[in-house]
Every structure is written in structure tokens, then in C-alpha cells.
């Protein structure tokens, strides 16, 4: 897999709860990929792309790493980005 939807990225890699959470959350303009305000949840990320998030009074910049078939568990899913903000 080469590409995948940003709404089912942000969901597998537990950015939130829901995969229709992640597209309202695209939609609303609270994400952007590679410093670029993105609004369609089908936009298809890469790996190395960056993915900024705005979400509950915080910002997350991730930078997409790999993909997943399945949603799993936080273990699984923390393998999916790399937290850039951890650098600081």
C-alpha cells in the first residue's frame, strides 16, 4: 500500500475514536498535510508526509511512517507515525 484516505489513517492511527470523527474533524479544517490546510477526508497520504492536527485545545504533528489494514490497538497504531513534537 502506497497511499491511504487521511480520514482512515487519522482513525487507524487513534488520532480519534471514529473514522467518521476524523472526517468531520478534516472537514472542519482542523488538519493539515505538509502544512497545507486539507478538507476533503478521501485526500490520500504518503509516507513522510507531515499531519498536523489540531484537537482539543492542543496540536499533534505527525509524520506518517507507515499504514494499516485494520484499525488495532495503540501498540499497533503507535508504529504508524512518528511524533515530531517528542523531538523537542
Do not use: C
Not at 48 to 54: N, P
Amino acid at each position: 500500500m502506497e497511499r491511504q484516505r487521511l480520514d482512515k489513517w487519522l482513525w487507524h492511527a487513534r488520532v480519534v475514536k471514529a473514522r467518521t470523527s476524523a472526517a468531520a474533524l478534516v472537514e472542519a479544517g482542523h488538519v493539515r498535510v505538509n502544512g497545507v490546510r486539507e478538507k476533503a477526508p478521501g485526500h490520500a497520504v504518503k509516507i513522510g508526509d507531515v499531519v498536523t492536527v489540531g484537537l482539543d485545545n492542543s496540536v499533534r504533528v505527525l509524520k506518517v511512517v507507515a499504514f494499516a489494514e485494520r484499525r488495532g490497538d495503540a501498540t499497533a497504531a503507535r508504529v504508524l507515525y512518528e511524533d515530531l513534537r517528542d523531538r523537542q
